[in-house]
């Protein structure tokens, strides 16, 4: 196989990766960061026990290195995917090695919101679920994109750390062809690719930031 067929396939496999565990872990981020949100001293659920109890689950799976949580939830992703080897089974380490990232920056762009605008919905008789999404989120919005695009960013790092493991993508070529075959220029070309790939991710980020505030 020519060095740009393996080089194109391993950046779809990579996009492929990237795109949908990020797109998961944001979804459950955001569940996980308005619970966190309704729920501390200031919330507008307060409870300590459920606040705390979630925010160190979200803290001890932070705490855990990528490859070191991709080994030790095999048996989660061979019940949920059926393998423990390949871009697909991939998935399941890094929407759950993102999402306690994507969790933090959306709860801390929730809680940077003017408590006056809080306050003035709720005197406007506003229920809990129309300030947090009418008003909480519409005013975190910029900030939100702005995470979630250091989400992707994180997650193109840890699928090049799962090509280490069988994974697939750019990760798994550099290990596979650059590493164990010596071929310095394919290291040297997904290495390059990677970059590129960063800064367009943090491009489409800062657009986007840009036209939200």
Request: hydrophobic share 55%; aromatic share 8%; proline share 3%.
């Amino acid at each position: 196989m020519e060095i740009s067929q393996v080089l194109l396939k391993a950046l779809g496999e990579t996009l492929y990766m990237v795109l949908i565990s990020t797109f998961l872990a944001v979804i459950i981020g955001f569940i996980f960061a308005i619970i966190l949100v309704l729920t501390n001293e200031e919330g507008l659920k307060p409870s300590k026990f459920i606040n705390s109890v979630l925010g160190t689950i979200i803290n001890t799976l932070r705490s855990f290195p990528f490859v070191i949580l991709m080994i030790a939830i095999f048996p989660l992703t061979k019940i949920i995917v059926g393998k423990t080897i390949g871009t697909t089974a991939a998935i399941v380490p890094l929407t759950i090695g993102a999402a306690p990232f994507a969790t933090r920056v959306i709860e801390s762009a929730l809680v940077e919101v003017d408590k006056g605008v809080i306050e003035a919905a709720k005197s406007f008789g506003a229920s809990d679920m129309q300030i947090i999404f009418k008003v909480m989120v519409k005013e975190a919005l910029p900030a939100i994109v702005s995470g979630i695009t250091l989400t992707v960013i994180s997650v193109v790092g840890y699928s090049a750390m799962a090509g280490a493991i069988g994974g697939g993508g750019l990760g798994d070529v550099a290990i596979k062809y650059g590493y164990y075959r010596f071929k310095v220029d394919l290291m040297v070309y997904t290495i390059l690719i990677l970059i590129v790939l960063v800064q367009a991710f943090q491009g489409i980020g800062n657009v986007l930031y840009i036209k939200l505030i």
